[in-house]
């Protein structure tokens, strides 16, 4: 059975910082594409970034330069340390995995993060 368990969110002002987890079970985030996707009221959920196979990772243009996906593999664990925040950060954030053998997606809870102005 996966589970993924989001935490770190929080309230923080703008210009704040902050780092979300994702803790896994089930499933090896380092055999897996692993994703952190985001969504905010009245909008449609988005990816943010996500680190692949080989380690390599992929932004969203929006936190592209702020925003740090990685990955402890002894801890089986993804991080997104999210800095510079703005406003328009405020969302609940979402891990995600991708089983490239099960060919199935599997979601965490969510995180809230609220970013102040």
């Known amino acids: 059975q996966v589970q993924l368990v989001e935490s770190g969110g929080g309230l923080v002002q703008a210009g704040g910082s902050l780092r979300l987890s994702c803790v896994a079970s089930g499933i090896i985030v380092s055999f897996n594409t692993m994703n952190w996707y985001r969504q905010a009221p009245g909008k449609q959920r988005e990816l943010v970034a996500n680190?692949?196979?080989?380690?390599?990772?992929n932004y969203a243009a929006s936190v592209k330069g702020r925003f740090t996906i990685s990955r402890d593999n002894a801890k089986n664990t993804v991080y997104l340390q999210m800095n510079s925040l703005k406003p328009e950060d405020t969302a609940v954030y979402y891990c995600?995995?991708?089983?490239?053998?099960?060919?199935?997606?599997?979601w965490g809870q969510g995180t809230q993060v609220t970013v102040s102005s």
């Open positions: 680190i692949i196979l080989g380690g390599g990772t």
């Open positions: 995600n995995a991708e089983h490239r053998r099960l060919l199935t997606n599997y």
